[in-house]
């Protein structure tokens, strides 16, 4: 199985800040990354798919990029909507096993 | 526009059986796999179990192994999760999802409680 190793855990971030969050795969995965967020009581929203791809509707403050196995979650300017967790899904092959989670919380 | 609805779940006493269902549209359902994840309370996604779509081949985790049975049915469109055996530990929201290919669809959940 191929192991989503995210970081970090959690995250204590101001409103306006730039954020990165990593993921890192055990192996390639060419470039099928997903990147979802999550609020409580919530289903996970999808923001991009395939690495760098923004979903439709979804601020073009978030974005995300790929080196080899290392894919990245970038919110350019944080705004109090962001704040909830933020999880790294790969679709490359079964189990599209997830990354563990990001808290992304206000400072 | 795609949509996954899945239906299902409820309380039930552990040991006790449950089946889950989940209906797919607007995108060719025996072309894709389809998958379950769940989320216990204040915890993270777990990927549960996937099936293939027209070569089918069936995925289970560790968790879930010789206990939950996955099938579809593409005649009509939907997937379905069979949990025998439950414990507590199988409380969750399930989520149905098409997980592959370039972009993933996921439905809404449903609360599966394992309690006596």
């Known amino acids: 199985d191929i192991q989503m190793t995210q970081s970090p855990s959690s995250l204590s971030a101001s409103v306006g800040d730039r954020v990165t969050i990593t993921c890192r795969a055990s192996?390639?995965?060419?470039?099928?990354l997903n990147w979802y967020q999550q609020k409580p009581g919530k289903a996970p929203k999808l923001l991009i798919y395939?690495?760098?791809s923004l979903e439709s509707g979804v601020p073009s403050r978030f974005s995300g990029s790929e080196t080899g196995t290392d894919f990245t979650l970038t919110i350019s300017s944080l705004q109090p909507e962001d704040f909830a967790t933020y999880y790294c899904?790969?679709?490359?092959?079964?189990?599209?096993?997830f990354g563990q989670g990001t808290k992304l919380e206000i400072k | 526009e795609v949509q996954v609805l899945e239906s299902g779940g409820g309380l039930v006493q552990p040991g006790g059986s449950l089946r889950l269902s989940c209906a797919a549209s607007?995108?060719?359902?025996?072309?894709?796999?389809m998958s379950w994840v769940r989320q216990a309370p204040g915890k993270g996604l777990e990927w549960v179990s996937a099936?293939?779509?027209?070569?089918?081949?069936?995925y289970y985790a560790d968790s879930v192994k010789g206990r939950f049975t996955i099938s579809r049915d593409n005649s009509k469109n939907t997937v379905y999760l069979q949990m025998n055996s439950l414990r507590a530990e199988d409380t969750a929201i399930y989520y149905c999802a098409k997980l592959g290919g370039l972009r993933p669809y996921w439905g809404q959940g449903t609360l599966v409680t394992v309690s006596s």
């Open positions: 899904q790969q679709s490359y092959s079964t189990p599209q096993t």
């Open positions: 099936i293939g779509g027209a070569y089918v081949g069936t």
């Open positions: 607007g995108f060719t359902f025996s072309s894709f796999a």
């Open positions: 192996q390639s995965i060419s470039t099928y």
């Open positions: 395939t690495a760098s």
